[in-house]
């Protein structure tokens, strides 16, 4: 049997069936339906301005699975990408296909809008090309600073400097990007030099217990209730020979993890601000994690400006309540967290982001987690009501859907 956008290729079909393609209004999957919308918007005169229409209004979701799938027909691609009909929300999916060419994307990035200048900066791809990033530097919506810096990372992208282990020592661009915060914030550092290290929550939160204390954890942990001992089947001498390994990895874990934060803190303790934000950005995950919760806001706000920093400790950052909201405000702020939907999510989750920001993140959350969201007690009420409203509005089954 033909597929539909066969028959149409071929002029097979009558008036009033095209008619009704060029609205979507066919019962065949969302993929072929945007390759006959594509095919009759390019090739035919009297339906192409509806297909057209139809296109920029279709659902995202099917959108966004075709600009992303390498297997989407070239035709489909070169039209999704074409900057005449180009939808923003599917800019980030259709930069990072590998079916689409370097040449194309070269081609957008000189007669790019704004918007789309903004989009090609943020794209992992495009900061890997030095012929699309020398381009876009000269892209006249593109501006002084932002040409500048392209060219930088375009000269970063013909030279790559060797890899440096996540934790290891600085680089001459993280020595850089310290120097130039300092300098950004030379005021306000002026002011808050001296400040002590005083964590949101308390030290108290950070201080080790006493060998005594683990020990007796540790012997607790080890002992089996009488309920689990009859239940268990494993032969005592399996038993007797894994369990004091696994004692002992746990001891030594333990300890190790101990001593890393502890000799992080001691380390911390002895900075002012002005060192406090040399760790932040040069120093270790244990570090970070520490300073994340600093209650000068220069300190923490160098946190998130570590080159070393990694999407799974911001996930961890946009959750915990006892960070500065400033931190919380700043995250989404970043593109690379902003693309992490974990990240969006743990912020709209967390009664201590401002509301503002919540509010402006919520058009991303899922259906799944807008219902979680509705009838989490911890957010405020508005939150809650958007989420129940936008969850009966996206799971409506009677809502119009391409």
């Known amino acids: ?61 099917s959108s966004l699975e075709a600009a992303a799938n390498p297997q989407t027909p070239p035709e489909v691609l070169d039209y999704l990408i074409a900057p005449e009909n180009l939808r923003p929300p599917l800019l980030p999916a259709l930069l990072e296909n590998p079916a689409i060419s370097d040449a194309t994307l070269t081609s957008l990035a000189g007669r790019a809008s704004r918007e789309v200048v903004v989009a090609m900066q943020a794209s992992a791809r495009v900061q890997k090309s030095p012929a699309i990033l020398h381009v876009l530097a000269e892209n006249a919506n593109a501006a002084e ?33 310290v120097d130039a915060f300092l300098a950004e ?55 007797a020979a894994t369990a ?40 270790s995950k244990e570090e970070r994690s520490i300073l994340i919760r600093d209650g000068t806001k220069l300190v923490a706000l160098a946190v998130l400006e570590s080159g070393k920093i990694t999407g799974g400790e911001v996930e961890k950052f946009a959750s915990q309540k006892n960070v500065l909201e400033a931190v919380l405000r700043q995250i989404p702020m970043k593109r690379r967290f902003a693309k992490n939907y974990n990240v969006i999510r743990n912020l709209v989750a967390n009664p201590r982001t401002p509301l503002d920001v919540s509010l402006g993140l919520m058009k991303n959350i899922l259906i799944s987690d807008l219902r979680n969201l509705s009838s989490n007690k911890e957010v405020s009420e508005t939150i809650r009501k958007l989420a129940l409203k936008m969850y009966k509005t996206k799971s409506d089954p009677n809502k119009k859907s391409h």
């Open 145 to 177: 600073r932002e040409a500048t810096q392209l060219l930088e990372q375009a000269s970063r992208a013909e030279h790559p400097a060797p890899a440096v282990e996540s934790d290891g020592p600085a680089s001459p661009e993280e020595e850089a990007a």
């Open 244 to 283: 004091p390994r696994k004692a002992h990895v746990h001891k030594k874990l333990h300890s190790n993890a101990d001593a890393e934060r502890g000799s992080a803190l001691q380390k911390i303790s002895k900075l002012d601000v002005k060192g406090r934000i040399q760790m932040a950005m040069k120093g």
């Open 1 to 61: 049997m033909q597929r539909m956008i066969e028959l149409i290729r071929s002029s097979s079909v009558p008036a009033t069936l095209m008619q009704a393609a060029a609205r979507g209004a066919l019962s065949v999957s969302p993929a072929e339906m945007i390759e006959i919308l594509v095919h009759i918007a390019n090739h035919n005169k009297v339906f192409g301005q509806q297909a057209r229409m139809t296109l920029a209004g279709w659902e995202e979701k």
């Open 185 to 239: 914030h030379a005021k306000e550092l002026a002011m808050e030099g001296e400040k002590p290290f005083q964590p949101l929550g308390g030290i108290h939160e950070f201080e080790l217990p006493s060998a005594d204390t683990r020990m007796a954890a540790e012997e607790s942990q080890a002992e089996e209730p009488p309920a689990a001992a009859a239940i268990a089947a494993v032969p005592a001498q399996a038993a």
